[in-house]
């Protein structure tokens, strides 16, 4: 029996770094500290046992070895004039490394979960740029945390005891009692259900919100309307008083502004709110990212091609345009013509237009577990879990760089190697 | 492998070599007396060679130049270049992405570059990205000055501790140095504060910024570190700053060098040597600067010139950045590190015809020209704070050619006549004060002039060969020339092996990291150990066993050994 | 009767741990559901029953439960591929396709719940 200590959990993006796991026999019997989400990733589920292929979509799969999965991998990606490889969050950095240069490779576009969760978060970084901290700092200081279109009790269980609204700190010894929780949402969520004030919106009205807010902080009251997106004018007016009067409010937002219908400029106008508020006294914003190693795609991903995720390689030269060159933009555009989904669930996850289209191309996916993507791909590899059989590097939420322990030993090939020999024999195919 | 260079015009300063035909033989990486006659020969054909330029001071990696790269997909649009066979491919002018970083440095003659600052907390972050820069030689800066630990031990006076946690910092970042950041400043900013000079208390810490970097100093002597104490002084950004700069400088002379070497190295004067009282009355103090540093012998500097154009500024100098990106109605990405440091990044548009623009221009330059002993003046932009680091040509051109200058200044606002001096400077560095300023004086202020900056048996094969005769070139007239030759080195040679030819990447080998582990008795670090146990048990947000970098993130290491118990000096 | 909603999406607790489990019927259970206050619930039928969502981008089976902290004519159903049969594709020009905010009709069925195979085998 072996114990593992200070282990991180490979699920969202808290990334807990204080995971017990005790190991027996290559088998993982128990995990300490971790939430539900977390205890059920770590402990693992039903695996895809060998590499599949089928040719018709809708026949069986039939086992092979992997190299012929390979193989078959190669030669559809080698043949694609306009290729996607998309997942990747659900994995470490080493990996995404090793896809960027098969998209390199093969001039493909290259595009991670973010585009369905925080990538118009990114959008509005660009525009605005982003005032943030780790979060200790929030920890140690904050006496005010307001959770805007986000549900850290169900999304990112810990992330309240560990960071945000329990947490005691070094300004902050008294915990939750020394901080007032505020929430924003579109219906009264478990999380709302425990904050000292809660703001209830109506539906895809937060950018009207944030507006009014921002001119009641900048002394324009008067412009403001009654009620603003179904919140009383006196509630706004009350709410900067609340925000101006913290010696230090953090931020934490998520789908209900990325999701809804301004998409980035909701995030926009949130990170200018936040900046005027510095002017008053001290403000950060975090987005709560989902993916344990979506932040760490992000980073990869722009220090190898200086820009965040959706680079399009058909140029030979990094190119950048989400609307044009996302993840469903191509699908919807019916221009992939063959797609990789590796640690991700295009499958799941994307809208049925999408699927359809991932439908009508050959599709391999990288992947543990079977799942929506399996259902529409031709090519199917397992892969070791990232974060429990393989160890590296993931980023935090608030971009914190942490090395992720082996718990035990793979059963399968690594994302890494199928990578390398994927990348491999694309070169031999195309000749280069 | 073997190589001959034969017939260069050699600057190496080092060993007093002006301009003089020399041949270089290398040996397996090595510079070594002679070669068998089996070496391979670049006939340099009279053309100027110098030892590969050393930058002390660069923003290339880590968190804030990541930042950089998210925030401005408007600059990495910039310079825009497909894979080739060897090279992937290149993006952007102020945030290359790290192919570009490694390419770039080489291209420019360049073999050796030191990252600026890195917190320890994001120091993997860091290293992530330097493994992936090719060809250069690298090292990391690793920031101390508003650090909790390093604030309770200046408290206590217990310099024994204080080394010891510097000591485990470099271990626990693989850093190579010691950082000071607006000391303070940091933990201030924390609650959207900031500390306005040397004797300003840092609340809940009690100590000031120049008990920290008195304190850092005597800390990295005791250490007997190969750099000095690395500091971005307080009130960086302020007119009026130049009186914080002297003071801070002054402080040098209360801690005795371990090694031959400066005490302390003011980095980016250029934003440092400021009078005046607001942005109205703003003026150059770079005389008074330039005046103190040929006054002492413990204080070196480097220029943080600024270029025309665009230009990303990034520092762990939070409150700053938030006042630059107020004045400037910039985009603002902020991101303090618990514990550590703050840290800002925001865009500028460096305009000639904007008086303080201008005067900037000016002071950076007047620094280099008015300091009269070139070891004391390193040639660097603060890259990408000044402007990006593809620039230094430039910055070399105008220091070679008054012409230059004088048609500069013409174009630019007039108040460099009214507030700055450099229009009545006539001062013209020759090649070898250039050799010295970004390559021997270099490597001497970092501590690695034993194999770096210079050209003598024994020193790193990091080599440039320049398009350019020294011999039958007026510097003074044919400028362009000049520019011309430093952007794009006839050959640049790295650990033996030619990685530019006229200005094309040839190569791509893989660049070491320069990290120090300096030693200190076993009791002091126990002794540090608790408070840093106590500190992760209580206030830090990950745990002590996950802080540390590993090994997988350093695989080409050169590690630089020091420390009290190891007996240096 | 009809019941017009506005559908929105998202993660749940339940949703996250069955998510590496997606042929069971534990992630069926945590994702092919509708939430509606109980007001809502009443003009379609009772918490358990199944229930037709259509919106203009398809059409699927859920069960319907009782959620009072929505208000009245919104609708939530965990992310996953039931919820990702109605919601919006169009990127909108960044990238991101319209998950929340869908307008969507509800009706009470004798349909079943499609497994997550046969849902996904409607698209090839």
């Given at each position: 029996m072996t114990v593992i200590t200070d282990a991180l959990c490979p699920f969202c993006g808290c990334t807990c770094d204080d995971i017990t796991v005790v190991v027996e026999d290559n088998k993982i019997m128990e995990v300490k500290n971790a939430c539900k989400i977390g205890v059920a990733k770590i402990k693992g589920h039903h695996r895809i046992k060998a590499p599949m292929m089928r040719t018709d979509k809708k026949g069986e799969f039939k086992e092979v070895s992997y190299d012929e999965a390979i193989e078959a991998a190669s030669k559809i990606l080698a043949g694609s004039t306009r290729p996607l490889l998309y997942g990747w969050a659900s994995a470490l950095c080493e990996v995404h490394k090793k896809g960027i240069l098969l998209a390199e490779e093969l001039g493909a576009i290259i595009d991670n979960t973010a585009t369905v969760c925080h990538a118009p978060s990114t959008l509005a970084v660009h525009e605005k740029g982003l005032p943030s901290a780790t979060l200790g700092q929030v920890k140690n200081r904050a006496d005010l945390v307001v959770f805007w279109g986000s549900n850290p009790v169900h999304a990112h269980p810990r992330h309240m005891g560990r960071y945000s609204v329990f947490a005691k700190g070094f300004f902050n010894e008294k915990g939750r009692r020394g901080r007032k929780v505020i929430v924003v949402d579109v219906r009264k969520t478990d999380t709302a259900a425990m904050a000292d004030e809660y703001i209830q919106l109506q539906q895809g009205s937060d950018y009207l919100v944030i507006s009014a807010l921002r001119a009641i902080l900048a002394g324009q009251a008067a412009v403001v309307p009654d009620v603003v997106g179904g919140v009383p004018k006196e509630q706004l007016v009350k709410l900067v008083d609340t925000l101006k009067a913290a010696k230090f409010g953090a931020v934490f937002f998520g789908?209900?502004?990325?999701?809804?219908?301004s998409r980035y400029k909701n995030i926009d106008n949130a990170i200018s709110l936040i900046t005027e508020l510095n002017a008053f006294t001290k403000y950060v914003i975090t987005p709560m990212r989902g993916h344990y190693n979506v932040t760490g795609f992000g980073n990869v991903c722009a220090w190898e091609t200086?820009?965040?995720?959706?680079?399009?390689?058909a140029r030979g030269a990094p190119y950048y345009n989400p609307g044009e060159t996302a993840a469903n933009d191509v699908l919807l555009r019916k221009e992939t013509d063959a797609a990789m989904i590796i640690a991700g669930d295009a499958g799941a996850h994307f809208p049925a237009d999408s699927v359809r289209q991932l439908a009508r191309i050959p599709v391999i996916q990288i992947d543990p577990y079977w799942n929506p993507t399996t259902e529409v791909a031709n090519v199917v590899i397992p892969v070791a879990i990232c974060g429990v059989e393989v160890e590296g590097t993931a980023y935090r939420m608030d971009g914190v760089s942490l090395r992720y322990r082996k718990m035990i030993e793979p059963t399968h090939p690594t994302d890494v190697e199928i990578l390398e020999k994927i990348t491999e024999r694309v070169r031999k195919i195309r000749g280069d | 492998m073997e190589l001959l260079i034969k017939n260069g015009a050699v600057y190496d300063p080092k060993n007093g070599i002006k301009g003089d035909k020399t041949d270089i033989s290398i040996k397996d990486g090595k510079i070594v007396k002679s070669v068998s006659s089996s070496a391979k020969i670049i006939d340099a054909g009279g053309r100027l060679v110098m030892a590969g330029g050393v930058d002390g001071h660069s923003h290339i990696a880590g968190a804030k130049v990541n930042v950089g790269r998210l925030m401005r997909p408007e600059d990495t649009r910039i310079g825009i270049k497909p894979r080739t066979k060897i090279t992937r491919p290149q993006t952007g002018y102020t945030v290359p992405n790290v192919y570009a970083m490694g390419y770039r440095y080489a291209q420019m003659g360049y073999t050796t570059v030191f990252e600026a600052a890195q917190a320890i907390m994001k120091a993997r972050h860091t290293h992530e990205e330097l493994e992936e820069i090719p060809i250069i030689d690298k090292g990391a800066l690793t920031l101390f000055g508003s650090n909790w630990p390093t604030m309770d031990f200046v408290r206590e006076k217990d310099m024994d501790k204080l080394a010891a946690y510097v000591a485990w910092g470099l271990l626990a970042s693989r850093g190579y140095g010691v950082k000071v950041v607006n000391p303070g400043g940091g933990e201030m900013w924390g609650y959207g504060k900031n500390v306005t000079g040397l004797d300003d208390v840092v609340p809940s810490f009690d100590v000031t910024p120049r008990e920290i970097i008195v304190s850092l100093m005597k800390a990295n002597e005791m250490l007997g570190l190969p750099h000095s104490v690395h500091l971005h002084c307080n009130n960086l950004g302020k007119p009026g700053n130049y009186k914080t700069t002297l003071a801070s400088m002054e402080l040098a002379n209360q801690v005795k060098a371990s090694k031959d070497r400066q005490v302390l190295h003011v980095t980016h004067a250029t934003f440092n040597a400021w009078g005046g009282t607001n942005w109205g009355d703003f003026e150059s103090k770079a005389d008074e600067i330039a005046n103190y540093v040929n006054n002492c012998d413990n204080v070196t500097i480097d220029m943080g010139q600024l270029i025309w154009g665009s230009a990303t500024t990034m520092t762990a100098d939070g409150p700053v950045q938030y006042a630059n990106a107020k004045l400037l109605h910039a985009k603002w990405g902020n991101g303090d590190v618990e514990l550590e440091d703050a840290s800002g990044v925001v865009p500028i548009f460096y305009v000639k015809q904007i008086s303080v623009h201008a005067i900037m221009w000016a002071i950076g330059l007047e620094l280099a020209l008015l300091t009269k002993d070139p070891y004391k003046v390193l040639l660097t932009t603060d890259h990408p704070n000044g402007g990006p680091f593809v620039n230094y040509p430039e910055v070399i051109a105008l220091l070679m050619s008054n012409k230059k200058r004088q048609e500069e200044i013409k174009t630019v606002h007039e108040a460099v006549h009214k507030r700055t001096k450099i229009p009545g400077i006539d001062r013209e560095l020759d090649f070898n004060d250039i050799a010295i300023m970004t390559r021997t004086g270099s490597a001497k202020v970092l501590g690695l002039l034993d194999t770096k900056g210079h050209l003598g048996v024994g020193a790193d094969a990091d080599i440039a060969i320049y398009d350019i005769k020294p011999d039958q070139i007026d510097p003074s007239v044919e400028h362009a020339k000049v520019k011309s030759a430093f952007q794009s080195a006839a050959y640049t040679i790295k650990g033996g092996e030619v990685v530019v030819k006229d200005g094309q990447i040839t190569a791509t080998p893989v660049g070491r990291t320069y990290w120090v582990d300096a030693s200190v008795p076993q009791e002091h670090t126990d002794i540090m150990m608790k408070d840093i146990r106590h500190k992760f048990k209580n206030y830090y947000s990950i745990g002590l066993a996950n802080y540390m970098v590993q090994d997988a993130y350093v695989t080409h290491p050169k590690v630089v050994k020091a420390g009290i118990s190891a007996g240096v000096n | 009767m009809t019941l017009k909603v506005n559908l929105i999406t998202g993660r749940t607790i339940d949703q996250g741990v069955t998510i590496e489990n997606k042929t069971s019927s534990d992630y069926q259970n945590a994702t092919a559901y509708c939430e509606l206050n109980s007001n809502d619930v009443g003009k379609v039928g009772k918490p358990g029953n199944n229930i037709k969502i259509k919106t203009e981008h398809g059409e699927v089976v859920v069960k319907l439960k009782e959620n009072n902290g929505n208000p009245d004519g919104l609708a939530f159903i965990p992310m996953g591929p039931w919820a990702n049969a109605l919601v919006d594709p169009d990127t909108k020009g960044c990238g991101m396709p319209g998950f929340k905010g869908i307008p969507a009709q509800i009706d009470a069925t004798n349909e079943k719940i499609l497994l997550m195979k046969e849902l996904i085998a409607r698209y090839k």
């Amino acid at each position: 029996m072996t114990v593992i200590t200070d282990a991180l959990c490979p699920f969202c993006g808290c990334t807990c770094d204080d995971i017990t796991v005790v190991v027996e026999d290559n088998k993982i019997m128990e995990v300490k500290n971790a939430c539900k989400i977390g205890v059920a990733k770590i402990k693992g589920h039903h695996r895809i046992k060998a590499p599949m292929m089928r040719t018709d979509k809708k026949g069986e799969f039939k086992e092979v070895s992997y190299d012929e999965a390979i193989e078959a991998a190669s030669k559809i990606l080698a043949g694609s004039t306009r290729p996607l490889l998309y997942g990747w969050a659900s994995a470490l950095c080493e990996v995404h490394k090793k896809g960027i240069l098969l998209a390199e490779e093969l001039g493909a576009i290259i595009d991670n979960t973010a585009t369905v969760c925080h990538a118009p978060s990114t959008l509005a970084v660009h525009e605005k740029g982003l005032p943030s901290a780790t979060l200790g700092q929030v920890k140690n200081r904050a006496d005010l945390v307001v959770f805007w279109g986000s549900n850290p009790v169900h999304a990112h269980p810990r992330h309240m005891g560990r960071y945000s609204v329990f947490a005691k700190g070094f300004f902050n010894e008294k915990g939750r009692r020394g901080r007032k929780v505020i929430v924003v949402d579109v219906r009264k969520t478990d999380t709302a259900a425990m904050a000292d004030e809660y703001i209830q919106l109506q539906q895809g009205s937060d950018y009207l919100v944030i507006s009014a807010l921002r001119a009641i902080l900048a002394g324009q009251a008067a412009v403001v309307p009654d009620v603003v997106g179904g919140v009383p004018k006196e509630q706004l007016v009350k709410l900067v008083d609340t925000l101006k009067a913290a010696k230090f409010g953090a931020v934490f937002f998520g789908m209900g502004l990325t999701q809804s219908i301004s998409r980035y400029k909701n995030i926009d106008n949130a990170i200018s709110l936040i900046t005027e508020l510095n002017a008053f006294t001290k403000y950060v914003i975090t987005p709560m990212r989902g993916h344990y190693n979506v932040t760490g795609f992000g980073n990869v991903c722009a220090w190898e091609t200086g820009y965040g995720t959706a680079v399009d390689f058909a140029r030979g030269a990094p190119y950048y345009n989400p609307g044009e060159t996302a993840a469903n933009d191509v699908l919807l555009r019916k221009e992939t013509d063959a797609a990789m989904i590796i640690a991700g669930d295009a499958g799941a996850h994307f809208p049925a237009d999408s699927v359809r289209q991932l439908a009508r191309i050959p599709v391999i996916q990288i992947d543990p577990y079977w799942n929506p993507t399996t259902e529409v791909a031709n090519v199917v590899i397992p892969v070791a879990i990232c974060g429990v059989e393989v160890e590296g590097t993931a980023y935090r939420m608030d971009g914190v760089s942490l090395r992720y322990r082996k718990m035990i030993e793979p059963t399968h090939p690594t994302d890494v190697e199928i990578l390398e020999k994927i990348t491999e024999r694309v070169r031999k195919i195309r000749g280069d | 492998m073997e190589l001959l260079i034969k017939n260069g015009a050699v600057y190496d300063p080092k060993n007093g070599i002006k301009g003089d035909k020399t041949d270089i033989s290398i040996k397996d990486g090595k510079i070594v007396k002679s070669v068998s006659s089996s070496a391979k020969i670049i006939d340099a054909g009279g053309r100027l060679v110098m030892a590969g330029g050393v930058d002390g001071h660069s923003h290339i990696a880590g968190a804030k130049v990541n930042v950089g790269r998210l925030m401005r997909p408007e600059d990495t649009r910039i310079g825009i270049k497909p894979r080739t066979k060897i090279t992937r491919p290149q993006t952007g002018y102020t945030v290359p992405n790290v192919y570009a970083m490694g390419y770039r440095y080489a291209q420019m003659g360049y073999t050796t570059v030191f990252e600026a600052a890195q917190a320890i907390m994001k120091a993997r972050h860091t290293h992530e990205e330097l493994e992936e820069i090719p060809i250069i030689d690298k090292g990391a800066l690793t920031l101390f000055g508003s650090n909790w630990p390093t604030m309770d031990f200046v408290r206590e006076k217990d310099m024994d501790k204080l080394a010891a946690y510097v000591a485990w910092g470099l271990l626990a970042s693989r850093g190579y140095g010691v950082k000071v950041v607006n000391p303070g400043g940091g933990e201030m900013w924390g609650y959207g504060k900031n500390v306005t000079g040397l004797d300003d208390v840092v609340p809940s810490f009690d100590v000031t910024p120049r008990e920290i970097i008195v304190s850092l100093m005597k800390a990295n002597e005791m250490l007997g570190l190969p750099h000095s104490v690395h500091l971005h002084c307080n009130n960086l950004g302020k007119p009026g700053n130049y009186k914080t700069t002297l003071a801070s400088m002054e402080l040098a002379n209360q801690v005795k060098a371990s090694k031959d070497r400066q005490v302390l190295h003011v980095t980016h004067a250029t934003f440092n040597a400021w009078g005046g009282t607001n942005w109205g009355d703003f003026e150059s103090k770079a005389d008074e600067i330039a005046n103190y540093v040929n006054n002492c012998d413990n204080v070196t500097i480097d220029m943080g010139q600024l270029i025309w154009g665009s230009a990303t500024t990034m520092t762990a100098d939070g409150p700053v950045q938030y006042a630059n990106a107020k004045l400037l109605h910039a985009k603002w990405g902020n991101g303090d590190v618990e514990l550590e440091d703050a840290s800002g990044v925001v865009p500028i548009f460096y305009v000639k015809q904007i008086s303080v623009h201008a005067i900037m221009w000016a002071i950076g330059l007047e620094l280099a020209l008015l300091t009269k002993d070139p070891y004391k003046v390193l040639l660097t932009t603060d890259h990408p704070n000044g402007g990006p680091f593809v620039n230094y040509p430039e910055v070399i051109a105008l220091l070679m050619s008054n012409k230059k200058r004088q048609e500069e200044i013409k174009t630019v606002h007039e108040a460099v006549h009214k507030r700055t001096k450099i229009p009545g400077i006539d001062r013209e560095l020759d090649f070898n004060d250039i050799a010295i300023m970004t390559r021997t004086g270099s490597a001497k202020v970092l501590g690695l002039l034993d194999t770096k900056g210079h050209l003598g048996v024994g020193a790193d094969a990091d080599i440039a060969i320049y398009d350019i005769k020294p011999d039958q070139i007026d510097p003074s007239v044919e400028h362009a020339k000049v520019k011309s030759a430093f952007q794009s080195a006839a050959y640049t040679i790295k650990g033996g092996e030619v990685v530019v030819k006229d200005g094309q990447i040839t190569a791509t080998p893989v660049g070491r990291t320069y990290w120090v582990d300096a030693s200190v008795p076993q009791e002091h670090t126990d002794i540090m150990m608790k408070d840093i146990r106590h500190k992760f048990k209580n206030y830090y947000s990950i745990g002590l066993a996950n802080y540390m970098v590993q090994d997988a993130y350093v695989t080409h290491p050169k590690v630089v050994k020091a420390g009290i118990s190891a007996g240096v000096n | 009767m009809t019941l017009k909603v506005n559908l929105i999406t998202g993660r749940t607790i339940d949703q996250g741990v069955t998510i590496e489990n997606k042929t069971s019927s534990d992630y069926q259970n945590a994702t092919a559901y509708c939430e509606l206050n109980s007001n809502d619930v009443g003009k379609v039928g009772k918490p358990g029953n199944n229930i037709k969502i259509k919106t203009e981008h398809g059409e699927v089976v859920v069960k319907l439960k009782e959620n009072n902290g929505n208000p009245d004519g919104l609708a939530f159903i965990p992310m996953g591929p039931w919820a990702n049969a109605l919601v919006d594709p169009d990127t909108k020009g960044c990238g991101m396709p319209g998950f929340k905010g869908i307008p969507a009709q509800i009706d009470a069925t004798n349909e079943k719940i499609l497994l997550m195979k046969e849902l996904i085998a409607r698209y090839k």
